[in-house]
């Protein structure tokens, strides 16, 4: 089993930015894709950003390209999430999540991740 727990979330002005964290434990985490999701009140939950295990490539919903950064640091087991320029839109609990041996197009699917963390609440005011 992983364990995943992100941190950083909270309440943020419209513009502003947050960084988000996720340790894992459990596994060898560098063998590890993570994604990071989210999910509104009353919507499914929705693909964010992906990067491989080494980080060569990395992936991003439209609605937050140019606005993102996905990074991770394999030596302290942890994965980010930089978002800036925040917008009420952007409102949702954020996931963190792992899979393994994940295609671009896999990368970006819910059922494609083994492992989740419990989420953290970004919420965007206007």
């Known amino acids: 089993q992983m364990q995943l727990v992100e941190s950083g979330g909270g309440l943020v002005q419209a513009g502003g930015s947050l960084r988000l964290s996720c340790a894992a434990s459990?596994?060898?985490?560098?063998?590890?894709?993570m994604g990071w999701f989210r999910q509104a009140p009353g919507k499914e939950r929705e693909f964010v950003a992906a990067?491989?295990?080494?980080?060569?490539?990395?992936n991003y919903a439209d609605s937050v390209k140019g606005r993102f950064t996905i990074s991770r640091e394999n030596a302290k087991n942890t994965v980010y999430l930089q978002m800036n320029s925040l917008k009420p839109e952007d409102t949702a609990v954020y996931y963190c999540?792992?899979?393994?041996?994940?295609?671009?197009?896999?990368?970006?699917?819910?059922?494609?991740?083994?492992?989740w963390g419990q989420g953290t609440q970004v919420t965007v005011s206007s």
């Open positions: 459990g596994r060898t985490f560098s063998s590890y894709d």
């Open positions: 990067i491989t295990r080494s980080g060569g490539r990395i």
């Open positions: 999540a792992a899979g393994t041996r994940l295609s671009t197009e896999l990368r970006v699917a819910v059922r494609s991740y083994d492992y």
